[in-house]
């Protein structure tokens, strides 16, 4: 189990749930960073398949809220392989959707992405905003997003949609931007990218999490779309600036081609409007930006071993 799925599952059994985490099966045994984590041994965790619909339902069953995290997320892999995004997001989703049904599960958690929305036409975002497919991987979501609506209209399954912007934190893969500054400020003094103009609404990953509890508990939030972001952007050479700064190194910043997106691809502004998850859920993000950076700084210093150095990771 990866980044926000790790997090949530422990501030539930925190919170005295009880708890299944599903784990994509691997033949080294492995569960992601459920296997560092000192509370999993207080979750059941099962391997299975985001794909396979017989490992998904033995997953659901017997659960009143499902949690739905599983999926491909890498952008520059899906120009690749789009079709394993539709098979992971797209029938992926289906088939937790599908186990929901069948097994009596009282509420969804569908989680969505801001990519959805392409580069913004208006910002704030708000949930009304145009859905626009401008990379495979965004492509594979706006399907996940429309299987869940269906299934909420056709099947009254209560499914609440989600859509995290840029959430960053500790346990973060590498192929994301701030894991990826960080570590290039650890190891030296030059910090390579793709594209430095775009702007993104970066939100800590505690944000996050208290964002999923709340609209797994509010029954105002049954069949809506929810953002959860920070509602402040910032560009990425900026915020390549800004953790240098914070970090208190003079670093070059540079352009690599081969970390670009194709033009018309790239995703130019994201900015959420979180009025609907304050309204409904009484949710607003209590860690700003500069204090989450510092603490993934701190947590990327203490395990830098984590992330390999060798390079630009697809």
């Not at 003079?250 to 995703?267: A, D, G, H, Y």
Request: net charge neutral; hydrophobic share 40%.
């Amino acid at each position: 189990m990866v980044f926000i799925g790790s997090h949530l599952a422990e501030s539930l059994v925190r919170e005295g749930a009880e708890v299944r985490a599903m784990v994509h099966y691997n033949a080294l045994g492995r569960r992601g960073w459920l296997d560092s984590s000192p509370l999993s041994s207080d979750m059941e965790v099962v391997v299975g398949d985001i794909t396979d619909r017989d490992s998904v339902r033995r997953a659901v069953q017997g659960n009143e809220i499902v949690f739905h995290l599983a999926a491909l997320i890498a952008i520059p892999y899906s120009y690749q392989a789009p079709l394993s995004y539709v098979r992971g997001n797209v029938e992926g989703t289906l088939n937790v959707l599908q186990a929901a049904l069948e097994t009596g599960v009282r509420r969804v958690l569908h989680t969505s992405t801001s990519e959805v929305y392409g580069t913004a036409r208006f910002a704030p975002i708000t949930e009304e905003h145009p859905l626009q497919g401008q990379s495979p991987y965004s492509a594979s979501k706006i399907g996940a997003d429309k299987m869940a609506e269906a299934f909420a209209a056709s099947f009254k399954l209560e499914v609440v949609t989600v859509r995290p912007f840029n959430t960053f934190g500790p346990r973060q893969s590498a192929r994301a931007v701030i894991p990826t500054i960080i570590t290039q400020c650890l190891r030296g003094n030059v910090i390579t990218l793709g594209a430095l103009h775009p702007t993104r609404d970066l939100n800590y990953v505690d944000n996050t999490v208290q964002g999923f509890r709340a609209a797994a508990l509010s029954e105002a939030a049954a069949g809506e779309v929810i953002h959860f972001g920070s509602g402040r952007e910032i560009s990425v050479g900026d915020l390549a600036r800004l953790i240098a700064k914070l970090m208190g190194k003079e670093m070059e910043i540079q352009t690599n081609q081969e970390r670009l997106r194709p033009e018309k691809s790239e995703v130019e502004r994201l900015l959420a409007n979180n009025s609907k998850a304050e309204k409904l859920l009484g949710w607003s993000p209590k860690v700003d930006l500069e204090t989450g950076l510092l603490k993934t700084i701190d947590w990327l210093g203490a395990n830098l071993d984590c992330y390999q150095n060798t390079g630009y990771v697809v």
